[in-house]
């Protein structure tokens, strides 16, 4: 089992910053993949950006050149830095984690809101 915990959300105006940061526990050593995703309402959930444990990173053409995802495998962490930052950025940021190769693992999911 994979627990995520995700922090870091809030409001912002146009233009501006913020790092959202998931922390994993549990069966750790298991997870592969790890990502951020989102959701804005009356929408359906889209991928943001995807880590491996090598480093190699995936993104949404939507946020290329803004966002950057990291990992630290030490300390189980992923991060999501976000910069210029845009109204229809405005969603629920769920972390996920890819473990013991076939199963899937979601945070509560944190709110970011780009005003206006």
């Known amino acids: 089992q994979v627990q995520l915990v995700e922090s870091g959300g809030g409001l912002v105006q146009p233009g501006g910053s913020l790092s959202l940061s998931c922390a994993a526990s549990?069966?750790?050593?298991?997870?592969?993949?790890m990502g951020w995703y989102r959701q804005a309402p009356g929408k359906q959930r889209e991928l943001v950006a995807t880590i491996t444990r090598g480093g190699s990173t995936n993104y949404a053409d939507s946020v290329k050149g803004r966002f950057t995802i990291s990992r630290d495998n030490a300390k189980s962490t992923v991060n999501l830095q976000m910069n210029s930052l845009k109204p229809e950025d405005t969603a629920t940021y769920y972390c996920?984690?890819?473990?013991?190769?076939?199963?899937?693992?979601w945070g509560q999911g944190t709110q970011v809101t780009v005003s206006s």
């Open positions: 996920n984690a890819q473990y013991l190769l076939s199963y899937t693992a």
């Open positions: 549990g069966n750790i050593f298991s997870i592969g993949v």
